[in-house]
């Protein structure tokens, strides 16, 4: 278990993500991206060789180390633990492997509602999930106050998507069967992920988390009336229990960001549903988030925008930059970075952010929307 002694974290020198995050006014667009502890950097895939990916995940030396890489290399404004979305269902007693060129296989995934008496519904996410507790502690030691640390969690349904699936899958048909065939048993595996969500979240920032960020990746999946019966109403408990459980530990404010993926018929609901930030895919048009959503925005690049030649890069980064303004927002991808990308591509487009953001606020750029 994680120690109080252990608690005592260098100060903090750059808190432009959470400024940002709580609407204040910062210096230049803070910028990160998902997945940016990945295969993408040669570093990590060293580590790879050495080590299978849940070995990484659940040893807090390892885990801390893949986090920090990223961070060596390019000037982010924010560092994520490595871990995955995945280690709630194995805590709840599913197996999970990470296959080579498949991605997470469930050999055994819930099938019948009567498999749902298999899950641990007591789980202790404290004991269970210690590792990652370890590795956020020990990561926010070894950052050195150079950045805030983020801690995430799957949602609900995308958790549950995999659950049944038994790994990734290009429809989630199995997962939207459940919702239309067996919706009492839907609802019971939703509330029990969400309870223990919440307390998996409390603990991270209990651990030394500064952000939290949840991800509805298969939001995509769900039209606007499957999206606010099986996925809004449990990703709002979440920001309201986790807000609740941090204050009555009085572990502070921190920000909370929810990233639905496809959810853009959704995101003036999500902008009143309890979080601080809502995290954009990259279909979404800046100027309609700008009109629906009334908190603070974070996105949303197309990942494969990182495959152009530098200069369109750039030009793209720009627009993107220019189109949100520099309040109220965080730079990010529209989703996770790809595997095969370019490590000089992130810098450019890291760079690019900032400096843009930078011009823009020393020369009051009149085509940038400023937002208050």
Wanted: glycine fraction near 6%.
């Amino acid at each position: 278990m994680v120690h109080k002694s252990d608690m005592s974290f260098p100060p903090l020198k750059n808190d432009l993500i959470i400024r940002a995050a709580f609407g204040e006014v910062v210096e230049r667009v803070p910028v990160w991206i998902m997945r940016q502890a990945g295969r993408y950097l040669p570093e990590f895939q060293e580590e790879r060789k050495k080590h299978d990916f849940f070995t990484i995940c659940q040893t807090p030396e390892l885990a801390c180390e893949v986090t920090l890489q990223p961070i060596r290399r390019f000037d982010f404004d924010a560092a994520i633990i490595f871990s995955d979305i995945l280690v709630i269902p194995q805590a709840l007693g599913m197996e999970v492997l990470m296959k080579p060129g498949v991605g997470p296989v469930f050999p055994e995934p819930l099938v019948h509602p009567s498999d749902l008496s298999k899950l641990d519904t007591n789980v202790d996410v404290r004991t269970k999930l210690n590792y990652v507790y370890e590795a956020i502690t020990l990561t926010r030691h070894k950052l050195e106050g150079k950045v805030p640390l983020i801690g995430f969690t799957g949602a609900p349904y995308t958790l549950m998507g995999y659950m049944i699936e038994g790994g990734g899958s290009k429809t989630m048909s199995k997962a939207k069967k459940w919702l239309y065939a067996e919706p009492e048993a839907s609802h019971k595996l939703l509330k029990l992920l969400t309870k223990v969500i919440i307390a998996y979240l409390i603990e991270q920032v209990a651990a030394g988390a500064q952000l939290l960020q949840v991800f509805e990746s298969s939001a995509e999946y769900l039209g606007p009336t499957l999206f606010e019966e099986y996925s809004l109403p449990y990703l709002e408990e979440i920001a309201a229990g986790v807000k609740d459980g941090i204050t009555q530990r009085g572990l502070g404010d921190v920000p909370l960001i929810v990233f639905a993926k496809g959810a853009y018929h959704s995101i003036s609901k999500l902008s009143y549903a309890g979080y601080n930030v809502v995290g954009l895919d990259w279909t979404v048009d800046p100027n309609i988030a700008r009109d629906f959503v009334h908190i603070a925005v974070q996105g949303n690049l197309d990942p494969c925008a990182l495959y152009a030649p530098k200069e369109d890069l750039i030009a793209k980064t720009t627009e993107m930059v220019r189109a949100f303004g520099v309040r109220n927002y965080i730079a990010n991808l529209g989703h996770g970075i790809y595997p095969d990308m370019d490590p000089e591509s992130v810098r450019t487009f890291v760079d690019t952010v900032h400096r843009v953001s930078e011009e823009i606020m020393k020369k009051g750029d009149p085509y940038s929307q400023l937002y208050t």
